[in-house]
């Protein structure tokens, strides 16, 4: 992935899965969504819901396809969901330091996202 490209490639469409190193059922069709942190711009990038998980896939590192449900890809403008705001939200304390690469957010802690990302916008 190009961080300088993946972006505009999102924003046209070009992007229809998402590959992973784990398979995350939980995500398989429940309208639960996948965000992805960017650590160049080290901020939260996409959000998507992810319409079916598939594979594994033998031949790749990343061998779990998590397909994207049409039309719910959703690429922030900068300014994106920074890390500073990410840190302000009780139990992302640790984000930076994480050493798992997901965290399974709460209702609420998404509502704290989002708000967060429209008073970055402000």
């Known amino acids: 992935m190009d961080p300088d490209k993946y972006l505009d490639e999102m924003r046209a469409g070009d992007w229809k899965k998402w590959r992973t190193p784990r398979e995350y059922k939980r995500l398989d069709g429940t309208g639960r969504k996948l965000m992805l942190y960017d650590n160049t711009r080290m901020a939260i990038t996409i959000e998507v819901e992810i319409q079916k998980v598939t594979g594994p896939h033998k031949k790749n590192d990343y061998p779990w396809t998590n397909v994207f449900v ?33 965290m399974i957010l709460t209702q609420e802690q998404y509502r704290q996202l989002k708000e967060n990302r429209s008073e970055a916008n402000a």
């Open 70 to 102: 049409r039309d719910k890809l959703l690429v922030f403008e900068d300014p994106w969901i920074p890390l500073s705001r990410i840190l302000e939200i009780p139990g992302f304390e640790n984000f930076a330091t994480a050493r798992s690469a997901f």
